[in-house]
Nanobody
Framework: QVQLVESGGGLVQPGGSLTVSCTAS????????MGWYRQAPGKEREQVAL???????SYADSVKGRFTISRDNAKNTVYLQMNSLNPEDTAVYFC????????????WGKGTLVTVSS
């Protein structure tokens, strides 16, 4: 049974930083690409960042230069470091295992809420 458990969400002021984490079980972590999606209130889910099994990364234009995705294969954990946060980054952030076909997702975590507000 695959489980993706996110942690680290919370309330942060505009301009602040936050790191969310996701620990995976039930998969051979080091063989899998991992990623983060988010869903803001009233909006559709959008892809935020991906990291391949070899460490290659890609980002949505809206977060490029502000967010960094990384992974620790020894801990089966993927991270999303978020800097220069603004209210538009408020969303539930989901950890995913991509399917490898287009933008498909094989597994979803339950999400962690990030709120950017003063």
């Amino acid at each position: 049974q695959v489980q993706l458990v996110e942690s680290g969400g919370g309330l942060v002021q505009p301009g602040g930083s936050l790191t969310v984490s996701c620990t995976a079980s039930g998969i051979i972590f080091r063989f899998n690409a991992m990623g983060w999606y988010r869903q803001a209130p009233g909006k559709e889910r959008e892809q935020v960042a991906l990291i391949t099994n070899s460490g290659g990364t890609s980002y949505a234009d809206s977060v490029k230069g502000r967010f960094t995705i990384s992974r620790d294969n020894a801990k089966n954990t993927v991270y999303l470091q978020m800097n220069s946060l603004n209210p538009e980054d408020t969303a539930v952030y989901f950890c995913v295992v991509p399917s490898g076909v287009g933008n498909g997702v094989r597994y979803w975590g339950k999400g962690t809420l990030v709120t950017v507000s003063s």
